[in-house]
């Protein structure tokens, strides 16, 4: 569901307790604050104007990839027959023979499939507005943050030298915190509930359907991060440090950097695309599935998937197959998740990019203050 970028909140628990722990970053900043001799009231502006686009990228980044995406994976457009019955038209001339009393009617049967809910991000955003709500566009925020908290804590405990003990214990501590994760599926997908999502949590036995779905997508989140690294490493991209790119790189040597770099994003990107996403889309349909049938569904929804779901009063499992869970998906489907996280890139890289322009100007606003002084 929640893609490369769905571990966001986990890796700032981790890198934040790796910093507070860190004794040489502390030195460096209380140093770098020494050297610059910034009086408090810019210490403070910087911390604020820091906190308020932190804030904003990741309420774009909720919104747009947790909320709108997983709507967009479930949706079942509705779908309408309708069926005429005309009768045969009776001929004018008098002379015609008496028609029988049983003639054949004639049927004419149309089936209507209705737009998309979520055929937009827009349209998405109105609907939950409409049926869930203003503040439905962080709905599950709260079992989000508990989910990626704990995941982010298991993390922490692992030296963050060891790239492949932290992907085992990432996927590790994802299949542990499954129910979790599923509850937070289950909150995003239904009308809002007066239970609170600890009292919705899914049963153990339920749990065990996305032991495998939920390891195969930390994998492949894993395989999306150490993939292009693995690049980069081949390549001799971590023997380049700043110095080299701005002092010593000739223009040859920096075209030649900027496409070992650009091959190795590209690299990020096919991952994702072919491997990330199927596991992704997988995942949260699968955790739909057991959606309970009290729970209504906010957006059109079909619980048996095309017929895929055997419930488990008549022995089956009760949800999707995990080949099913993909097959089910249309490609104008797959095409519009795809469209959407394309929109969340480009907007918290204008975001980053528009925040470090004023940050530059903040800056240079606070020389010419001191200068002046």
């Not at 909320?67 to 457009?77: D, K, Q, R, S, Y």
């Not at 030298?161 to 995003?188: E, Y």
């Not at 995990?322 to 097959?327: H, I, M, P, T």
Request: with cysteine; glycine share 6%.
């Amino acid at each position: 569901m929640t893609g490369v970028h769905g571990q966001v909140l986990g890796h700032v628990v981790r890198r934040s307790v790796e910093a507070y722990s860190d004794q040489k970053a502390q030195e460096d900043m209380n140093q770098f604050f020494a050297q610059h001799q910034l009086p408090g009231w810019a210490v403070a502006g910087i911390a604020l104007y820091a906190i308020f686009f932190a804030v904003a990228l990741a309420s774009i980044r909720y919104t747009i990839g947790d909320v709108i995406a997983t709507l967009m994976m479930v949706e079942t457009p509705k779908t309408e027959t309708i069926t005429t019955i005309s009768e045969p038209a009776k001929s004018a001339d008098p002379d015609a023979p008496l028609e029988k009393e049983d003639y054949l009617l004639d049927t004419e049967t149309v089936t209507i499939r209705h737009e998309p809910v979520t055929k937009t991000g827009r349209s998405t955003m109105r609907h939950m507005v409409k049926h869930a709500g203003s503040f439905s566009r962080w709905r599950g925020l709260s079992v989000s943050f508990v989910y990626h908290l704990c995941v982010g804590a298991v993390l922490s405990l692992v030296p963050r030298h060891q790239p492949l003990l932290q992907g085992a214990v990432s996927t590790l501590a994802t299949v542990m915190f499954s129910r979790i994760h599923m509850t937070w599926t289950h909150v995003l997908i239904s009308m809002p509930s007066e239970k609170t999502w600890f009292r919705r949590m899914p049963s153990r036995k339920m749990q065990r359907n996305v032991l495998l779905p939920s390891a195969v997508y930390a994998a492949a989140q894993q395989l999306t991060i150490y993939m292009p690294m693995l690049l980069a490493v081949v390549l001799g991209l971590h023997r380049v440090n700043h110095q080299q790119l701005v002092h010593e790189f000739t223009k040859a040597d920096r075209v030649v950097y900027a496409v070992k770099l650009g091959a190795c994003l590209l690299t990020a990107a096919f991952v994702a695309l072919t491997v990330l996403l199927p596991a992704s889309v997988t995942l949260t349909r699968i955790e739909a599935s057991m959606l309970p049938e009290e729970d209504e569904a906010l957006v059109p929804f079909d619980r048996t998937f095309d017929g895929k779901v055997v419930p488990a009063i008549v022995g089956g499992t009760g949800c999707v197959s995990f080949v099913d869970a993909w097959r089910t998906v249309d490609r104008k489907v797959r095409f519009r998740i795809v469209k959407i996280y394309a929109q969340l890139f480009t907007m918290q890289t204008i975001i980053v990019i528009l925040g470090m322009i004023g940050l530059a100007a903040f800056a240079v606003g606070i020389k010419h203050i001191q200068s002046g002084h």
